[in-house]
């Protein structure tokens, strides 16, 4: 369970606290597109500032590949998060050296800085432990809340841990105690579901969750790998070839829990205006290709999840970006938003069909991590959180 020091348990009053933030967010004409991430970091922010802190904001923004790229920059997201804290955010034009120093030090209780991309430097992948001492100075404190970056061993997420005490913000503290009590003391019946594209991303998750999970719902293009190592015809659906034998060792070790699609929707090309049919599973003909869970797999499937009292779901159930091959991931979103059980949400494609579905206010967490969250459930110990000091 989550054991880990919070910034509820560090006196930061006068103090200057570092802290790393998942400020990845969609830009569009130099504008961010999507705030929901900004959103998530704000509780501990302003946490900070009423408790009289001075608050230096660091964040990577997409894979500039350890260069400066100028649409890369987060001056758009200060600009974006001084509207929503209501109160003016300095930025520094790069996260170490002369800029940084010099913002930080003029930084008083009450204000917020943000540092430039760490990503524009290369130092900042290979957890570089002279270039965490340059992020960490000037700081008495680190606050790690960002999840979506917390499977990173990277100089703002552990190498800052080496030189400043390192407790965890709300919005990480919230993603632990959700996933952990999922897999550690979930009420049951616990009902995984899995989606997405390849079977190779997740069979740690699955391997995992065998030992956890009452039932593990797949569905998506992982799907079909699991039915051509049956000896199902998948015609043009897409297949991990070299993923076969691991698909079949899956079923082996599953012992009936897991419940694969009992028909499949189809379509003679990978566009949203392509013929469309719903077939038995096993019925694939040459040419044509599953890109969605049939009306009979949303029916049973939702079985399952409205009997639940702990539902994780990772991946979409199908191409849900084209309308009409939308509804199973939908059908699902409805199961899961009816169940009443505690419903955890994660990876970027599932989060976004959640809101696209309209249901994101009946679900009890939507994960900002999807790679985070992915590793969570694997079992794995993520870097950035076994930096945080524990509690006595």
């Given amino acids: 369970m989550f054991n880990k020091k919070t910034v509820r348990d560090v006196e930061v009053a006068g103090k200057k606290v570092l802290v790393r933030v998942d400020f990845n967010v969609p830009l569009k004409d130099g504008r961010v597109a999507d705030d929901s991430r900004i959103r998530a970091a704000i509780p501990t922010i302003e946490y900070l500032l009423q408790q009289g802190a001075a608050v230096v904001l660091m964040?990577?923004?997409?894979?500039?590949?350890?260069?400066?790229?100028?649409?890369?920059?987060?001056?758009?997201?200060?600009?974006?998060?001084?509207?929503?804290?209501?109160?003016?955010?300095?930025?520094?034009?790069?996260?170490?050296?002369?800029?940084?120093?010099?913002?930080?030090?003029?930084?008083?209780?009450?204000?917020?800085?943000?540092?430039?991309?760490?990503?524009?430097?290369?130092?900042?992948?290979?957890?570089d432990l002279a270039f965490a001492r340059q992020l960490a100075a000037g700081c008495d404190l680190f606050v790690n809340d960002a999840f979506g970056s917390a499977h990173r061993a990277?100089?703002?997420?552990?190498?800052?841990?080496?030189?400043?005490?390192?407790?965890?913000?709300?919005?990480?503290?919230?993603?632990?105690?959700?996933?952990?009590?999922?897999?550690?003391?979930?009420?049951?019946?616990?009902?995984?579901?899995?989606?997405?594209?390849?079977?190779?991303?997740?069979?740690?998750?699955?391997?995992?969750?065998?030992?956890?999970?009452?039932?593990?719902?797949?569905?998506?293009?992982?799907?079909?790998?699991?039915?051509?190592?049956?000896?199902?015809?998948?015609?043009?659906?897409?297949?991990?070839?070299?993923?076969?034998?691991?698909?079949?060792?899956?079923?082996?070790?599953?012992g009936g829990k897991l419940h694969l699609p009992v028909d499949v929707v189809l379509a003679d090309a990978f566009a949203a205006d392509a013929t469309r049919r719903v077939v038995p599973v096993g019925d694939v003909p040459a040419g044509w290709r599953v890109l969605d869970i049939g009306p009979e797999t949303v029916q049973a499937f939702g079985e399952v999840i409205r009997a639940a009292h702990t539902v994780v779901w990772n991946g979409p159930m199908g191409v849900f970006e084209l309308p009409p091959f939308a509804e199973g991931t939908f059908g699902i979103a409805k199961a899961v938003a009816e169940?009443?059980?505690?419903?955890?949400?994660?990876?970027?494609?599932?989060?976004?069909?959640?809101?696209?579905?309209?249901?994101?206010?009946?679900?009890?967490?939507?994960?900002?991590?999807?790679?985070?969250?992915?590793?969570?459930?694997?079992?794995?110990?993520?870097?950035?959180?076994?930096?945080?000091?524990?509690r006595a």
């Fill in 59 to 127: 964040s990577h923004l997409g894979r500039p590949k350890g260069k400066r790229v100028p649409e890369l920059s987060l001056r758009p997201v200060a600009s974006h998060l001084s509207d929503l804290l209501g109160l003016p955010v300095a930025f520094a034009e790069d996260c170490v050296g002369a800029p940084a120093v010099s913002a930080k030090a003029v930084l008083q209780p009450g204000g917020v800085l943000l540092l430039e991309n760490t990503r524009f430097h290369p130092e900042e992948k290979k957890n």
């Fill in 154 to 254: 990277h100089a703002s997420t552990v190498g800052v841990a080496h030189d400043l005490p390192a407790v965890a913000g709300f919005l990480m503290e919230k993603e632990l105690r959700y996933l952990g009590q999922a897999l550690e003391a979930s009420q049951r019946p616990f009902v995984a579901i899995l989606g997405g594209a390849k079977i190779s991303d997740k069979i740690g998750v699955i391997r995992n969750l065998l030992g956890k999970a009452d039932a593990i719902l797949i569905g998506g293009g992982m799907a079909n790998t699991f039915f051509a190592a049956q000896g199902f015809q998948m015609g043009d659906s897409l297949v991990e070839a070299d993923a076969l034998e691991t698909a079949k060792a899956l079923l082996a070790e599953a």
């Fill in 339 to 390: 169940s009443g059980a505690v419903s955890i949400v994660g990876g970027g494609d599932s989060v976004a069909a959640i809101h696209q579905s309209g249901l994101a206010d009946k679900i009890t967490h939507l994960s900002t991590g999807g790679g985070a969250s992915l590793e969570m459930l694997e079992g794995k110990v993520l870097p950035g959180v076994a930096a945080l000091e524990d």
